[in-house]
Nanobody
Framework: QVQLMESGGGLAQPGGSLRLSCAAS????????MGWFRQAPGKEREGVAV???????RYADSVKGRFTISQDNSKNTLYLQMNSLKPEDTAMYSC???????????????????????WGQGTQVTVSS
């Protein structure tokens, strides 16, 4: 059984940084796409960043240049380095993973979080002074 567990959330000041981690356990070797998604109160879940098994990445325009997604396959861990944080980055951040039949179009993956079958419980990020 696959489990995803996020950590690293918390309170940060505007302009600050946080690094989120997502530890995967279970049968994870078949995943060809993983990503970070977030949901703020009263808003729909949105894609933040996704990465495929080749290390190709895709970011939401709102975080491009500030956030970096990466993965350490030896540790089965996905990361999200968040720099230059803004109050509008405040949300519950969740990691997701799945195995898609073909090499996933990352623009599609970013826009369709409901297509991911495996999710962590989420970690809260609050950006406030």
């Amino acid at each position: 059984q696959v489990q995803l567990m996020e950590s690293g959330g918390g309170l940060a000041q505007p302009g600050g940084s946080l690094r989120l981690s997502c530890a995967a356990s279970g049968f994870t070797s078949s995943f060809n796409c993983m990503g970070w998604f977030r949901q703020a109160p009263g808003k729909e879940r949105e894609g933040v960043a996704v990465i495929d098994s080749d290390g190709t990445t895709r970011y939401a325009d709102s975080v491009k240049g500030r956030f970096t997604i990466s993965q350490d396959n030896s540790k089965n861990t996905l990361y999200l380095q968040m720099n230059s944080l803004k109050p509008e980055d405040t949300a519950m951040y969740s990691c997701a993973a799945d195995t898609f039949a073909d090499s996933p179009d990352l623009r599609w993956a970013l826009l369709h979080p409901h297509e991911f079958g495996h999710w962590g419980q989420g970690t809260q990020v609050t950006v406030s002074s």
